[in-house]
């Protein structure tokens, strides 16, 4: 996924209301960018941190500019969780995704569950969601998620569902940061999440989880990332 215009670099200043940001480019100029993120962003939102924002030339938006990355000493992070599914998108329409392919036609947004949609459907019985894993505490590893989400306690609820049901169910983890390799489940952080992950495996519910080939003029589907489940959420 290639970004439709250059990103143009600056220091964070701060981020607020969730969806704000003010930021600093590198030419002097303040501008307020939106921000795509509705996590704690831990570690991802110091003021001075280094930044890569997108102009927008879209009239019916409110802001000029969206914030796409954090730059860290160790590497890019993709703050903007929307990006996921493009990226993972764009992967599964070319083949190359090994766990997934062959599965068929790819539909994105899918009714399914309880009034929701599912990220992707392949060939009418493979359900995918996809999840953008941007937190990390210890180096090396990312953990997901950031914050409590109960709307992705849901979607592993409504996985479970479709593999009792006898279809393939696929959570999928895109690790958006370039200093990780592995990856596990944040389950101090939300409990409930990571005992819905346990139930929805016990049911069937596959887990994929890659890295992300992060740059400043594109994010591409990285290699498969390693995993650890905490024994915690049991």
Known sequence: MRFATPL??????????????DVVLDSGEEVR???????????????????????????????????RLSELDQ??????????NRVVGEALRAGAVPALAGAGEVRAEVKYGTGSRV???LGGDTFVEVKSVTLARRSGLA?????????????LRELAEVARSGKRAVMFYLVQRTDCTDMTLAADID?????????????????I??????TPQEITLGPVCGVGWPESGK
């Open 191 to 207: 409990p409930d999440y990571a005992n819905a992950f346990d139930e929805a495996r016990a049911a069937g519910v596959e887990v």
């Open 33 to 67: 960018a939106h921000c795509p993120n509705p996590g704690s962003m831990m570690g991802l939102k110091d003021p001075g941190t280094r930044v890569w924002l997108e102009r927008n030339d879209d009239p019916k938006k409110k802001l000029d500019w969206g914030w």
């Open 8 to 21: 143009v670099p600056g220091r964070l200043k701060r981020r607020y209301m969730r969806f704000l940001s």
């Open 119 to 121: 990220d992707f459907c």
């Open 143 to 155: 953990e997901f998620p950031d914050s409590v989400t109960q709307r992705g306690t849901k979607h």
């Open 75 to 84: 590497g890019f992070v993709t703050i903007d969780t929307g990006l996921a």
């Open 209 to 214: 989880c890659h890295r992300a080939k992060i």
